[in-house]
């Protein structure tokens, strides 16, 4: 259980790409899939990234994945997201919720520092909640006209559960998570074009 709490925590802010091809960067049509996402277990820490287009600038892109008060209205299984503080670029963010895979049910909560820096990355790390050890990396490149996102995390549960069905899980879940980020993304920057 406490693995799904870090990774759906971790899931926010996030993942560079880990061997995947460049013509795998088209912006998505409709969202990611669960084989977006590469994910790798070793030693009982789970690896994981993705990489994506979306037709949204940089500056969109860094307002959404750092919306944490209005994070709950983006991302389908957040029941609460809140800054505890800030200083600066520096950011402590508490988020709770569930996590759905199939026919399992997990509810999470995560305490995790966000970073932003001035060259486009987001960086994270895990205070308290669910998971042993989380840390993440995201970067925002301008790209054309939009942006690319290149996310990385690595997570060591809590507690042990067979990469049989953590990998599959974490998939699943920053899939659906930069999903709804993306449509999110796309949707702010509509709005930005019509101003």
Known sequence: MC????????????????????FSLEPPMGGLGDDDVVV?????????????????????????LTDFNHMVGIVPNLESSQIISRKGSI????????????PFSFPFESL???????DGRI??????GSAKHMHSELR????????RVDYQVEVEPDRWLPSSIGAPFMR????????????????????????
């Open 123 to 128: 960086l994270a790390r895990g205070l308290g």
């Open 40 to 64: 790798d277990y070793h030693d009982g820490t789970y690896f994981a990234g993705l990489a994506f287009r979306v037709a949204a600038s940089p500056s969109v892109v860094i307002d959404v």
């Open 3 to 22: 693995f799904f709490v870090r990774v759906c925590g971790a899931l926010l802010f996030l993942f560079a790409i880990l061997g995947r091809p460049a």
């Open 91 to 102: 950011f402590v963010v508490k988020q709770r919720g569930k996590a759905n895979f199939g």
């Open 172 to 195: 699943h879940e920053m899939a659906e998570q930069f999903t709804a980020l993306i449509h999110e993304m796309e949707r702010r920057q509509g709005i930005a074009r019509s101003r």
């Open 140 to 147: 925002v490149q301008a790209q054309g006209s939009g942006a």
């Open 112 to 118: 995790r520092q966000i970073e932003l820096l001035t």
